[in-house]
Protein backbone atom coordinates (compact mmCIF):
# COMPACT_ATOMS: atom_id res chain seq x y z
CA UNK A 1 0.00 0.00 0.00
CA UNK A 2 1.50 3.22 -1.10
CA UNK A 3 1.21 6.46 1.40
CA UNK A 4 -1.83 8.11 -0.11
CA UNK A 5 -4.08 4.87 -0.23
CA UNK A 6 -2.86 4.22 3.44
CA UNK A 7 -3.57 7.61 4.38
CA UNK A 8 -7.16 7.26 2.53
CA UNK A 9 -8.00 4.27 4.06
CA UNK A 10 -6.65 5.51 7.76
CA UNK A 11 -9.17 8.72 7.29
CA UNK A 12 -12.06 6.09 6.78
CA UNK A 13 -11.32 5.05 10.34
CA UNK A 14 -10.71 8.02 11.74
CA UNK A 15 -13.10 10.33 10.47
CA UNK A 16 -16.20 9.44 11.95
CA UNK A 17 -14.74 9.85 15.19
CA UNK A 18 -12.80 13.22 14.46
CA UNK A 19 -16.85 14.11 13.61
CA UNK A 20 -18.26 12.15 17.21
CA UNK A 21 -16.92 14.50 19.59
CA UNK A 22 -18.04 17.60 19.60
CA UNK A 23 -21.88 17.15 20.49
CA UNK A 24 -24.50 19.84 20.24
CA UNK A 25 -24.84 21.83 23.18
CA UNK A 26 -25.20 25.99 23.38
CA UNK A 27 -24.18 28.38 22.22
CA UNK A 28 -24.37 26.52 18.59
CA UNK A 29 -22.39 28.99 17.04
CA UNK A 30 -19.47 28.21 18.72
CA UNK A 31 -19.88 24.37 18.07
CA UNK A 32 -20.34 24.94 14.62
CA UNK A 33 -17.37 27.35 14.35
CA UNK A 34 -15.01 24.58 16.17
CA UNK A 35 -16.37 21.65 13.54
CA UNK A 36 -15.15 23.68 10.15
CA UNK A 37 -11.92 22.74 10.45
CA UNK A 38 -11.48 19.22 11.73
CA UNK A 39 -14.96 17.62 10.12
CA UNK A 40 -13.93 19.11 6.52
CA UNK A 41 -11.68 16.40 6.12
CA UNK A 42 -7.98 17.02 4.88
CA UNK A 43 -5.06 14.64 4.49
CA UNK A 44 -5.14 13.61 8.35
CA UNK A 45 -1.48 12.74 8.32
CA UNK A 46 -1.20 13.21 12.44
CA UNK A 47 -4.23 11.34 13.01
CA UNK A 48 -2.39 8.64 10.50
CA UNK A 49 0.86 8.92 12.61
CA UNK A 50 -0.58 8.24 16.17
CA UNK A 51 -2.67 5.15 14.78
CA UNK A 52 0.67 3.74 12.74
CA UNK A 53 2.69 4.45 15.27
CA UNK A 54 0.44 2.56 17.96
CA UNK A 55 -0.04 -0.08 15.76
CA UNK A 56 4.12 -0.55 15.28
CA UNK A 57 4.93 -1.00 18.60
CA UNK A 58 2.34 -4.01 18.77
CA UNK A 59 -0.72 -1.79 19.89
CA UNK A 60 -4.28 -2.23 19.47
CA UNK A 61 -5.38 0.78 17.30
CA UNK A 62 -8.27 1.14 18.46
CA UNK A 63 -7.18 2.54 21.87
CA UNK A 64 -5.60 5.31 20.28
CA UNK A 65 -8.31 6.36 18.01
CA UNK A 66 -8.90 9.04 20.62
CA UNK A 67 -5.59 10.60 20.18
CA UNK A 68 -5.76 10.80 16.99
CA UNK A 69 -8.66 13.04 17.33
CA UNK A 70 -6.80 14.91 20.39
CA UNK A 71 -3.84 15.35 17.88
CA UNK A 72 -6.47 16.82 14.73
CA UNK A 73 -8.07 19.27 16.92
CA UNK A 74 -4.69 20.40 18.13
CA UNK A 75 -3.53 20.58 14.40
CA UNK A 76 -6.95 22.52 13.67
CA UNK A 77 -7.04 24.95 16.70
CA UNK A 78 -3.55 26.57 15.32
CA UNK A 79 -4.47 26.78 11.85
CA UNK A 80 -7.80 28.54 13.24
CA UNK A 81 -5.72 30.74 15.48
CA UNK A 82 -2.69 30.72 12.45
CA UNK A 83 -5.27 32.45 10.42
CA UNK A 84 -6.36 35.19 12.25
CA UNK A 85 -3.00 36.45 12.96
CA UNK A 86 -1.79 36.12 9.63
CA UNK A 87 -5.35 37.77 8.39
CA UNK A 88 -6.31 34.93 5.67
CA UNK A 89 -9.58 34.82 4.20
CA UNK A 90 -9.41 31.88 2.96
CA UNK A 91 -8.22 27.60 3.85
CA UNK A 92 -8.51 25.32 1.40
CA UNK A 93 -10.91 26.59 -0.30
CA UNK A 94 -12.93 27.49 2.63
CA UNK A 95 -13.90 30.79 4.36
CA UNK A 96 -11.86 31.20 7.44
CA UNK A 97 -13.53 30.89 10.61
CA UNK A 98 -12.72 34.63 11.11
CA UNK A 99 -14.32 35.52 8.32
CA UNK A 100 -17.55 33.09 8.24
CA UNK A 101 -18.57 34.13 11.72
CA UNK A 102 -15.79 37.16 13.64
CA UNK A 103 -12.99 36.74 15.18
CA UNK A 104 -13.75 36.83 18.91
CA UNK A 105 -15.51 33.49 17.84
CA UNK A 106 -12.51 32.40 15.72
CA UNK A 107 -10.27 32.70 18.78
CA UNK A 108 -12.94 30.77 21.52
CA UNK A 109 -13.38 28.05 18.83
CA UNK A 110 -9.71 27.67 18.78
CA UNK A 111 -9.76 27.65 22.06
CA UNK A 112 -12.63 25.78 22.39
CA UNK A 113 -10.73 22.85 20.22
CA UNK A 114 -7.86 23.24 22.24
CA UNK A 115 -9.98 22.31 25.44
CA UNK A 116 -11.49 19.77 23.29
CA UNK A 117 -8.30 17.99 22.58
CA UNK A 118 -7.31 17.68 26.19
CA UNK A 119 -10.99 16.35 27.51
CA UNK A 120 -10.24 13.84 24.93
CA UNK A 121 -6.73 12.97 26.03
CA UNK A 122 -8.28 13.28 29.78
CA UNK A 123 -11.11 10.61 29.12
CA UNK A 124 -9.08 8.02 26.89
CA UNK A 125 -9.35 4.36 28.23
CA UNK A 126 -6.09 4.15 28.55
CA UNK A 127 -3.95 3.10 31.89
CA UNK A 128 -3.74 6.52 34.35
CA UNK A 129 0.15 6.25 33.12
CA UNK A 130 -0.05 5.77 29.63
CA UNK A 131 -2.56 8.81 29.55
CA UNK A 132 0.15 10.96 31.38
CA UNK A 133 2.71 10.20 28.86
CA UNK A 134 0.32 10.98 26.01
CA UNK A 135 -0.43 14.37 27.79
CA UNK A 136 3.39 15.12 28.09
CA UNK A 137 4.15 14.99 24.53
CA UNK A 138 0.64 16.69 23.10
CA UNK A 139 1.04 19.35 25.98
CA UNK A 140 4.72 20.20 25.25
CA UNK A 141 4.70 20.11 21.48
CA UNK A 142 1.37 22.97 21.80
CA UNK A 143 4.01 25.24 23.91
CA UNK A 144 6.57 24.33 21.21
CA UNK A 145 3.77 25.29 18.58
CA UNK A 146 3.32 28.95 20.00
CA UNK A 147 7.27 29.43 19.99
CA UNK A 148 7.24 28.59 16.49
CA UNK A 149 4.40 30.47 15.30
CA UNK A 150 5.67 33.75 17.67
CA UNK A 151 9.02 33.16 15.00
CA UNK A 152 6.80 33.39 12.25
CA UNK A 153 4.78 36.81 13.50
CA UNK A 154 8.08 38.65 14.26
CA UNK A 155 10.13 37.35 11.14
CA UNK A 156 7.49 38.39 8.61
CA UNK A 157 9.54 39.96 6.12
CA UNK A 158 13.01 39.76 8.08
CA UNK A 159 16.17 38.23 6.20
CA UNK A 160 16.62 35.11 8.69
CA UNK A 161 19.16 32.66 9.03
CA UNK A 162 19.44 28.76 8.25
CA UNK A 163 19.67 28.06 11.76
CA UNK A 164 16.54 30.39 12.53
CA UNK A 165 14.65 28.57 9.62
CA UNK A 166 15.12 25.45 10.85
CA UNK A 167 14.02 25.93 14.46
CA UNK A 168 10.83 27.52 12.81
CA UNK A 169 10.09 24.62 10.95
CA UNK A 170 11.22 22.02 13.70
CA UNK A 171 8.64 24.37 15.84
CA UNK A 172 6.07 24.78 13.36
CA UNK A 173 5.90 21.02 11.93
CA UNK A 174 8.00 18.53 13.47
CA UNK A 175 7.00 18.79 17.31
CA UNK A 176 3.39 17.98 16.49
CA UNK A 177 4.28 15.18 14.40
CA UNK A 178 6.75 13.63 16.89
CA UNK A 179 4.11 14.24 19.84
CA UNK A 180 1.45 12.21 16.93
CA UNK A 181 3.77 9.55 16.79
CA UNK A 182 5.31 9.03 20.39
CA UNK A 183 2.08 9.57 21.53
CA UNK A 184 0.56 6.89 19.88
CA UNK A 185 3.65 4.49 20.64
CA UNK A 186 2.74 5.41 24.21
CA UNK A 187 -0.89 4.01 23.84
CA UNK A 188 0.83 1.19 22.05
CA UNK A 189 3.04 0.20 24.82
CA UNK A 190 6.02 1.41 23.07
CA UNK A 191 9.48 1.37 25.61
CA UNK A 192 11.98 4.30 25.76
CA UNK A 193 14.16 3.17 22.86
CA UNK A 194 11.05 3.05 20.67
CA UNK A 195 9.92 6.19 21.77
CA UNK A 196 13.06 7.61 21.03
CA UNK A 197 13.38 6.02 17.71
CA UNK A 198 9.82 7.51 16.56
CA UNK A 199 10.38 11.14 18.23
CA UNK A 200 13.43 11.00 15.44
CA UNK A 201 11.45 9.75 12.56
CA UNK A 202 8.81 12.08 13.14
CA UNK A 203 11.13 15.08 13.45
CA UNK A 204 13.72 14.61 10.65
CA UNK A 205 10.22 13.91 8.27
CA UNK A 206 8.33 17.71 9.59
CA UNK A 207 11.49 18.71 8.79
CA UNK A 208 11.64 17.06 5.05
CA UNK A 209 8.39 17.82 4.51
CA UNK A 210 8.26 21.60 4.90
CA UNK A 211 11.49 21.40 3.18
CA UNK A 212 9.99 19.90 0.30
CA UNK A 213 7.00 22.00 0.26
CA UNK A 214 9.42 24.90 0.08
CA UNK A 215 11.35 23.52 -2.53
CA UNK A 216 7.95 23.40 -4.25
CA UNK A 217 7.08 26.46 -4.23
CA UNK A 218 10.10 26.98 -6.45
CA UNK A 219 10.54 24.09 -8.71
CA UNK A 220 6.91 22.86 -8.48
CA UNK A 221 4.81 22.67 -11.33
CA UNK A 222 2.10 25.67 -10.41
CA UNK A 223 -0.79 23.92 -12.57
CA UNK A 224 -0.48 21.17 -9.41
CA UNK A 225 0.95 22.55 -6.48
CA UNK A 226 -1.70 25.38 -7.17
CA UNK A 227 0.86 27.86 -5.96
CA UNK A 228 1.31 30.96 -7.90
CA UNK A 229 5.14 30.64 -9.34
CA UNK A 230 6.73 33.07 -7.47
CA UNK A 231 4.58 33.73 -4.50
CA UNK A 232 6.84 32.68 -1.90
CA UNK A 233 9.60 35.39 -3.07
CA UNK A 234 6.63 38.15 -3.11
CA UNK A 235 5.99 37.56 -0.05
CA UNK A 236 9.49 37.16 1.17
CA UNK A 237 9.62 34.00 2.62
CA UNK A 238 12.46 32.65 4.04
CA UNK A 239 12.92 29.57 2.73
CA UNK A 240 16.41 27.46 3.06
CA UNK A 241 16.68 28.35 -0.78
CA UNK A 242 16.54 31.77 0.44
CA UNK A 243 19.06 31.58 3.46
CA UNK A 244 21.15 29.26 1.66
CA UNK A 245 21.03 32.03 -1.10
CA UNK A 246 21.84 35.24 1.13
CA UNK A 247 24.79 32.92 3.10
CA UNK A 248 26.24 31.50 0.30
CA UNK A 249 26.26 34.33 -2.36
CA UNK A 250 29.18 36.16 -2.63
CA UNK A 251 28.88 38.62 -5.69
CA UNK A 252 28.07 41.87 -3.15
CA UNK A 253 25.83 43.03 -6.36
CA UNK A 254 23.66 40.14 -7.42
CA UNK A 255 23.16 39.71 -3.44
CA UNK A 256 21.67 43.41 -3.50
CA UNK A 257 19.43 42.62 -6.27
CA UNK A 258 18.19 39.23 -4.95
CA UNK A 259 17.63 41.11 -1.74
CA UNK A 260 15.71 43.77 -3.81
CA UNK A 261 13.27 41.14 -5.44
CA UNK A 262 12.74 39.06 -2.24
CA UNK A 263 9.30 40.11 -0.20
CA UNK A 264 8.42 43.26 -3.09
CA UNK A 265 4.75 42.52 -3.30
CA UNK A 266 4.96 44.27 -6.75
CA UNK A 267 7.81 42.10 -8.18
CA UNK A 268 7.46 41.42 -12.16
CA UNK A 269 7.09 37.69 -13.28
CA UNK A 270 10.51 38.92 -14.94
CA UNK A 271 12.18 40.07 -11.71
CA UNK A 272 10.92 36.77 -9.84
CA UNK A 273 12.24 34.24 -12.54
CA UNK A 274 14.88 36.43 -12.00
CA UNK A 275 15.45 35.31 -8.32
CA UNK A 276 14.79 32.28 -9.36
CA UNK A 277 17.74 32.07 -11.60
CA UNK A 278 20.02 33.70 -8.57
CA UNK A 279 19.02 31.09 -6.14
CA UNK A 280 19.54 28.53 -9.07
CA UNK A 281 23.22 29.40 -10.36
CA UNK A 282 24.14 29.72 -6.77
CA UNK A 283 23.08 25.73 -5.92
CA UNK A 284 20.13 26.50 -3.72
CA UNK A 285 17.71 25.02 -5.25
CA UNK A 286 19.13 22.24 -5.35
CA UNK A 287 21.13 22.44 -2.18
CA UNK A 288 16.82 22.84 -0.80
CA UNK A 289 16.02 19.59 -1.98
CA UNK A 290 19.06 17.88 -0.94
CA UNK A 291 18.32 18.73 2.37
CA UNK A 292 15.28 17.37 2.03
CA UNK A 293 16.42 13.95 0.75
CA UNK A 294 18.69 13.86 3.36
CA UNK A 295 16.50 14.20 6.45
CA UNK A 296 13.99 11.64 4.49
CA UNK A 297 16.59 9.29 4.70
CA UNK A 298 17.50 10.00 8.95
CA UNK A 299 13.46 9.70 8.98
CA UNK A 300 13.46 5.88 7.71
CA UNK A 301 16.88 5.17 9.25
CA UNK A 302 15.20 5.90 12.62
CA UNK A 303 12.82 3.53 12.43
CA UNK A 304 14.98 0.30 11.03
CA UNK A 305 14.83 -1.59 14.29
CA UNK A 306 10.93 -2.14 13.98
CA UNK A 307 10.07 -5.41 13.21
CA UNK A 308 8.08 -5.36 9.72
CA UNK A 309 4.08 -3.77 9.84
CA UNK A 310 1.74 -2.54 7.57
CA UNK A 311 2.43 0.32 9.99
CA UNK A 312 5.86 0.71 9.47
CA UNK A 313 5.60 0.10 6.09
CA UNK A 314 2.89 2.72 5.99
CA UNK A 315 5.79 5.12 8.21
CA UNK A 316 8.58 4.56 5.21
CA UNK A 317 6.32 5.42 2.56
CA UNK A 318 5.04 8.62 3.85
CA UNK A 319 8.48 9.53 4.27
CA UNK A 320 9.37 8.42 0.49
CA UNK A 321 5.89 10.43 -0.55
CA UNK A 322 7.29 13.73 1.42
CA UNK A 323 9.74 14.55 -1.39
CA UNK A 324 8.37 12.23 -4.01
CA UNK A 325 4.85 14.63 -5.31
CA UNK A 326 3.76 17.64 -6.61
CA UNK A 327 1.44 18.69 -4.23
CA UNK B 1 -8.55 35.34 60.04
CA UNK B 2 -10.79 37.39 57.78
CA UNK B 3 -10.55 36.32 53.92
CA UNK B 4 -8.28 38.85 52.94
CA UNK B 5 -6.09 38.18 55.33
CA UNK B 6 -6.03 34.84 54.36
CA UNK B 7 -5.71 35.53 50.72
CA UNK B 8 -2.45 37.40 51.76
CA UNK B 9 -0.55 34.81 53.43
CA UNK B 10 -1.70 32.29 50.93
CA UNK B 11 -0.43 34.79 47.65
CA UNK B 12 2.98 35.31 49.71
CA UNK B 13 3.21 30.65 48.87
CA UNK B 14 2.05 30.71 45.96
CA UNK B 15 3.70 33.85 44.22
CA UNK B 16 7.25 32.58 43.83
CA UNK B 17 5.84 29.47 42.40
CA UNK B 18 3.56 31.38 39.71
CA UNK B 19 6.64 33.08 38.53
CA UNK B 20 8.93 30.07 38.18
CA UNK B 21 7.00 27.80 35.68
CA UNK B 22 8.03 29.75 32.95
CA UNK B 23 11.45 29.80 32.05
CA UNK B 24 13.46 31.66 29.82
CA UNK B 25 13.62 30.26 26.46
CA UNK B 26 13.57 32.05 22.74
CA UNK B 27 11.58 33.67 21.66
CA UNK B 28 11.54 35.89 24.49
CA UNK B 29 8.90 38.18 23.23
CA UNK B 30 6.75 35.39 23.55
CA UNK B 31 7.76 34.50 26.63
CA UNK B 32 7.57 38.25 28.05
CA UNK B 33 4.13 38.66 26.94
CA UNK B 34 3.37 35.32 28.93
CA UNK B 35 4.63 36.29 32.26
CA UNK B 36 2.82 39.63 32.17
CA UNK B 37 -0.68 39.25 33.66
CA UNK B 38 0.24 36.05 36.03
CA UNK B 39 3.28 37.93 37.40
CA UNK B 40 1.33 41.03 37.92
CA UNK B 41 -0.38 40.12 41.05
CA UNK B 42 -4.20 40.09 41.63
CA UNK B 43 -6.44 38.53 44.52
CA UNK B 44 -4.85 34.93 43.63
CA UNK B 45 -8.52 33.80 44.90
CA UNK B 46 -8.38 30.70 42.38
CA UNK B 47 -5.17 29.26 43.44
CA UNK B 48 -6.18 29.97 47.34
CA UNK B 49 -8.87 27.76 46.26
CA UNK B 50 -7.22 25.16 44.89
CA UNK B 51 -4.67 25.47 48.09
CA UNK B 52 -8.27 25.11 50.79
CA UNK B 53 -9.82 22.92 49.19
CA UNK B 54 -6.51 20.66 49.50
CA UNK B 55 -5.86 21.73 52.79
CA UNK B 56 -9.61 20.77 53.79
CA UNK B 57 -10.37 17.34 52.82
CA UNK B 58 -7.07 16.88 54.77
CA UNK B 59 -4.22 16.45 51.98
CA UNK B 60 -0.82 18.32 52.18
CA UNK B 61 -1.03 22.15 50.84
CA UNK B 62 2.22 22.06 48.93
CA UNK B 63 1.05 18.87 46.85
CA UNK B 64 -1.62 21.57 45.48
CA UNK B 65 0.96 24.50 44.39
CA UNK B 66 1.44 22.99 40.81
CA UNK B 67 -2.47 22.88 40.02
CA UNK B 68 -2.86 26.25 42.00
CA UNK B 69 -0.09 27.47 39.17
CA UNK B 70 -2.22 26.20 36.33
CA UNK B 71 -5.47 27.38 37.40
CA UNK B 72 -4.25 30.70 37.70
CA UNK B 73 -2.14 30.47 34.11
CA UNK B 74 -5.46 29.48 32.72
CA UNK B 75 -7.45 32.15 33.97
CA UNK B 76 -4.95 34.48 32.89
CA UNK B 77 -5.11 33.01 29.32
CA UNK B 78 -8.90 33.65 29.48
CA UNK B 79 -8.14 37.39 30.40
CA UNK B 80 -5.41 37.48 27.21
CA UNK B 81 -7.63 36.61 25.18
CA UNK B 82 -10.74 37.99 26.51
CA UNK B 83 -8.96 41.78 26.05
CA UNK B 84 -8.30 40.98 22.50
CA UNK B 85 -11.69 39.79 21.52
CA UNK B 86 -13.50 42.80 23.67
CA UNK B 87 -10.66 45.31 22.41
CA UNK B 88 -9.86 46.57 25.97
CA UNK B 89 -6.62 48.86 26.23
CA UNK B 90 -6.09 48.28 29.99
CA UNK B 91 -6.14 46.10 32.43
CA UNK B 92 -6.01 46.59 36.50
CA UNK B 93 -4.28 49.92 34.81
CA UNK B 94 -1.49 47.54 32.76
CA UNK B 95 -1.43 48.22 29.28
CA UNK B 96 -3.34 44.84 27.63
CA UNK B 97 -0.71 42.38 25.88
CA UNK B 98 -2.41 42.91 22.37
CA UNK B 99 -1.24 46.70 22.96
CA UNK B 100 1.78 46.20 24.75
CA UNK B 101 2.92 43.60 21.63
CA UNK B 102 0.45 42.63 19.46
CA UNK B 103 -2.17 41.47 18.32
CA UNK B 104 -0.97 37.74 17.28
CA UNK B 105 1.31 37.77 20.08
CA UNK B 106 -1.59 38.41 22.72
CA UNK B 107 -3.61 35.36 21.16
CA UNK B 108 0.08 33.68 20.99
CA UNK B 109 1.10 34.08 24.36
CA UNK B 110 -2.74 33.28 25.79
CA UNK B 111 -2.30 30.10 23.70
CA UNK B 112 1.09 29.30 25.33
CA UNK B 113 -0.14 29.90 28.87
CA UNK B 114 -2.81 27.54 28.38
CA UNK B 115 -0.57 24.81 27.29
CA UNK B 116 2.09 25.47 30.15
CA UNK B 117 -1.34 25.08 32.47
CA UNK B 118 -1.30 21.43 31.10
CA UNK B 119 2.15 20.43 31.65
CA UNK B 120 2.40 21.60 34.96
CA UNK B 121 -0.96 19.42 35.44
CA UNK B 122 0.90 16.68 33.47
CA UNK B 123 4.42 17.32 35.38
CA UNK B 124 1.99 17.12 39.15
CA UNK B 125 3.98 14.77 41.67
CA UNK B 126 0.69 13.09 42.81
CA UNK B 127 -0.75 9.77 41.53
CA UNK B 128 -1.48 9.12 37.72
CA UNK B 129 -5.06 8.60 38.86
CA UNK B 130 -4.75 12.24 40.87
CA UNK B 131 -3.54 14.03 38.00
CA UNK B 132 -6.18 12.55 35.93
CA UNK B 133 -8.80 13.88 37.99
CA UNK B 134 -7.60 16.95 38.31
CA UNK B 135 -7.23 17.22 34.70
CA UNK B 136 -11.05 16.64 34.05
CA UNK B 137 -11.79 18.60 35.97
CA UNK B 138 -9.67 22.00 34.48
CA UNK B 139 -10.32 20.43 31.03
CA UNK B 140 -14.13 20.89 31.30
CA UNK B 141 -14.02 24.09 32.74
CA UNK B 142 -11.76 25.69 30.04
CA UNK B 143 -14.27 24.03 27.09
CA UNK B 144 -17.25 26.49 29.74
CA UNK B 145 -14.94 29.07 29.72
CA UNK B 146 -15.05 29.32 25.83
CA UNK B 147 -18.65 29.13 25.56
CA UNK B 148 -19.42 31.74 28.63
CA UNK B 149 -17.32 34.20 26.57
CA UNK B 150 -18.92 33.12 23.17
CA UNK B 151 -22.48 33.86 25.23
CA UNK B 152 -20.54 37.10 26.12
CA UNK B 153 -19.36 37.88 22.71
CA UNK B 154 -22.56 37.31 20.99
CA UNK B 155 -25.35 38.91 23.57
CA UNK B 156 -23.34 42.39 23.76
CA UNK B 157 -25.88 45.07 23.58
CA UNK B 158 -28.95 42.39 23.49
CA UNK B 159 -31.05 42.56 25.95
CA UNK B 160 -31.34 38.89 27.83
CA UNK B 161 -33.04 36.49 30.21
CA UNK B 162 -32.47 36.19 33.40
CA UNK B 163 -32.06 32.46 32.83
CA UNK B 164 -29.35 33.70 30.46
CA UNK B 165 -27.30 35.71 32.84
CA UNK B 166 -27.76 33.00 34.94
CA UNK B 167 -25.89 30.31 32.61
CA UNK B 168 -23.21 33.03 31.44
CA UNK B 169 -22.08 33.99 35.15
CA UNK B 170 -22.11 30.16 35.36
CA UNK B 171 -19.83 29.78 32.25
CA UNK B 172 -17.48 32.88 32.77
CA UNK B 173 -17.49 32.60 36.61
CA UNK B 174 -18.25 29.69 38.82
CA UNK B 175 -16.68 26.53 36.71
CA UNK B 176 -13.34 27.79 37.09
CA UNK B 177 -13.71 27.62 40.79
CA UNK B 178 -15.77 24.54 40.71
CA UNK B 179 -12.20 23.35 38.72
CA UNK B 180 -10.26 25.35 41.48
CA UNK B 181 -11.82 23.74 44.08
CA UNK B 182 -12.65 20.62 43.13
CA UNK B 183 -9.19 19.80 41.90
CA UNK B 184 -7.49 21.20 44.62
CA UNK B 185 -9.61 18.42 46.77
CA UNK B 186 -8.87 15.54 44.18
CA UNK B 187 -5.01 16.45 44.66
CA UNK B 188 -5.64 16.18 48.67
CA UNK B 189 -7.52 12.79 48.23
CA UNK B 190 -10.92 14.04 48.75
CA UNK B 191 -13.68 11.28 48.14
CA UNK B 192 -16.37 11.64 45.59
CA UNK B 193 -19.55 13.49 49.16
CA UNK B 194 -16.48 16.02 49.57
CA UNK B 195 -16.13 16.71 45.55
CA UNK B 196 -19.75 17.03 45.49
CA UNK B 197 -20.17 19.82 48.50
CA UNK B 198 -17.28 21.60 46.91
CA UNK B 199 -18.71 22.01 43.47
CA UNK B 200 -21.91 23.03 44.76
CA UNK B 201 -19.50 25.76 47.48
CA UNK B 202 -17.61 26.82 44.67
CA UNK B 203 -20.18 27.34 42.02
CA UNK B 204 -22.82 29.19 44.03
CA UNK B 205 -19.29 31.23 45.60
CA UNK B 206 -18.92 32.24 41.68
CA UNK B 207 -22.53 33.12 41.02
CA UNK B 208 -22.70 35.48 44.34
CA UNK B 209 -19.78 36.61 43.60
CA UNK B 210 -20.32 38.13 40.26
CA UNK B 211 -24.38 39.04 41.51
CA UNK B 212 -22.65 41.71 44.15
CA UNK B 213 -20.33 42.61 41.72
CA UNK B 214 -23.00 43.66 39.31
CA UNK B 215 -24.71 45.21 42.94
CA UNK B 216 -22.12 47.36 43.41
CA UNK B 217 -21.78 48.63 40.25
CA UNK B 218 -24.81 50.55 40.45
CA UNK B 219 -25.18 50.32 44.23
CA UNK B 220 -21.72 50.87 45.23
CA UNK B 221 -19.60 53.82 46.28
CA UNK B 222 -17.87 55.24 42.83
CA UNK B 223 -14.70 56.18 44.81
CA UNK B 224 -14.22 52.58 46.52
CA UNK B 225 -15.30 50.87 43.29
CA UNK B 226 -13.29 52.65 41.05
CA UNK B 227 -15.93 52.35 38.59
CA UNK B 228 -18.01 55.27 37.24
CA UNK B 229 -21.12 55.26 38.49
CA UNK B 230 -23.42 54.43 34.97
CA UNK B 231 -21.22 52.90 33.30
CA UNK B 232 -22.29 49.26 33.61
CA UNK B 233 -25.80 51.18 32.18
CA UNK B 234 -24.18 52.65 29.39
CA UNK B 235 -22.95 49.49 28.00
CA UNK B 236 -26.15 47.42 28.36
CA UNK B 237 -24.57 45.15 30.71
CA UNK B 238 -27.45 43.28 31.40
CA UNK B 239 -27.04 42.36 35.25
CA UNK B 240 -29.42 40.12 37.28
CA UNK B 241 -30.59 44.12 37.73
CA UNK B 242 -31.24 45.03 34.31
CA UNK B 243 -32.76 41.06 33.47
CA UNK B 244 -35.35 41.91 36.93
CA UNK B 245 -36.45 45.00 35.56
CA UNK B 246 -36.89 43.86 31.91
CA UNK B 247 -38.98 40.87 33.32
CA UNK B 248 -41.04 43.03 35.72
CA UNK B 249 -41.70 46.69 35.23
CA UNK B 250 -45.39 46.73 33.85
CA UNK B 251 -45.76 50.01 33.42
CA UNK B 252 -44.65 49.54 28.96
CA UNK B 253 -44.15 53.50 29.17
CA UNK B 254 -41.27 53.51 31.52
CA UNK B 255 -40.15 49.90 30.30
CA UNK B 256 -39.45 51.44 26.69
CA UNK B 257 -38.09 54.85 28.12
CA UNK B 258 -35.51 52.34 30.65
CA UNK B 259 -34.81 50.36 27.17
CA UNK B 260 -33.67 53.78 25.73
CA UNK B 261 -31.67 54.58 28.06
CA UNK B 262 -29.87 51.18 28.70
CA UNK B 263 -26.87 50.50 26.55
CA UNK B 264 -27.06 54.09 25.13
CA UNK B 265 -23.58 55.41 25.71
CA UNK B 266 -24.16 58.81 25.50
CA UNK B 267 -26.97 58.90 27.93
CA UNK B 268 -26.59 62.20 30.51
CA UNK B 269 -25.82 61.87 34.07
CA UNK B 270 -29.49 62.26 34.50
CA UNK B 271 -30.87 59.87 32.72
CA UNK B 272 -28.66 57.49 33.98
CA UNK B 273 -30.27 58.00 37.82
CA UNK B 274 -33.57 57.97 35.82
CA UNK B 275 -32.73 54.25 34.93
CA UNK B 276 -31.59 53.54 38.12
CA UNK B 277 -34.55 55.06 40.19
CA UNK B 278 -36.46 52.94 37.69
CA UNK B 279 -35.04 50.01 38.78
CA UNK B 280 -34.71 50.77 42.08
CA UNK B 281 -38.84 51.35 42.06
CA UNK B 282 -39.15 48.02 40.45
CA UNK B 283 -37.27 46.21 43.44
CA UNK B 284 -34.55 45.21 40.84
CA UNK B 285 -31.84 46.35 42.95
CA UNK B 286 -32.91 44.70 46.15
CA UNK B 287 -33.75 41.58 44.47
CA UNK B 288 -30.29 41.50 42.69
CA UNK B 289 -28.48 42.10 46.65
CA UNK B 290 -30.80 39.85 47.94
CA UNK B 291 -30.15 36.68 45.36
CA UNK B 292 -26.46 37.88 45.98
CA UNK B 293 -26.40 36.74 49.86
CA UNK B 294 -29.21 33.96 49.06
CA UNK B 295 -25.69 32.25 46.32
CA UNK B 296 -23.86 33.10 49.09
CA UNK B 297 -25.77 31.49 52.07
CA UNK B 298 -26.27 28.19 49.51
CA UNK B 299 -22.50 27.74 49.37
CA UNK B 300 -21.58 28.06 53.10
CA UNK B 301 -24.30 25.52 53.50
CA UNK B 302 -22.61 23.04 51.21
CA UNK B 303 -19.24 22.98 53.17
CA UNK B 304 -21.06 22.47 56.48
CA UNK B 305 -19.91 18.65 56.74
CA UNK B 306 -16.39 19.55 56.63
CA UNK B 307 -14.17 19.22 59.81
CA UNK B 308 -13.33 22.95 61.18
CA UNK B 309 -10.18 23.99 59.92
CA UNK B 310 -7.99 27.01 58.73
CA UNK B 311 -9.10 26.32 55.52
CA UNK B 312 -12.84 25.63 55.84
CA UNK B 313 -13.13 29.47 57.84
CA UNK B 314 -11.31 30.63 54.50
CA UNK B 315 -13.93 29.48 52.52
CA UNK B 316 -16.73 30.55 54.65
CA UNK B 317 -14.76 33.72 55.51
CA UNK B 318 -14.46 34.12 51.31
CA UNK B 319 -18.05 33.41 51.10
CA UNK B 320 -18.74 36.31 53.60
CA UNK B 321 -16.58 38.31 51.85
CA UNK B 322 -18.09 38.12 48.70
CA UNK B 323 -20.99 40.06 49.59
CA UNK B 324 -19.85 42.35 52.37
CA UNK B 325 -16.85 44.64 50.35
CA UNK B 326 -17.43 47.70 48.71
CA UNK B 327 -15.08 46.82 45.95
Given at each position: MNAEEYLKKSSEEIDPAIRSYIEDEEPMRLIDASRQYPYAGGKRMRPAMVMAACGAVGGNKKDAVPLAVAVEYIHNFTLIHDDVMDGDDRRRGMLTIHVAYDEPTAILAGDALFAKAFQIIAEMDVPDKTMRLALKYVTKAVWDLARGQEYDVTNEGKLITEAQYLETVRLKTSVLFAAAA??????????????KALEGYADALGMGFQMYDDYLGVAGDTAKTGKSVGNDIRKGKCTLMVTYTLENLEDKKVL????????????????????????????????????????????KSCITCFKNSDEKEFMIALADFAIDRDV
Open positions: CGGAAVGGADDKQLEEFKGILGNPNASEEAVRRAEEIMESVGAVEYNRRRAVEEIAKA
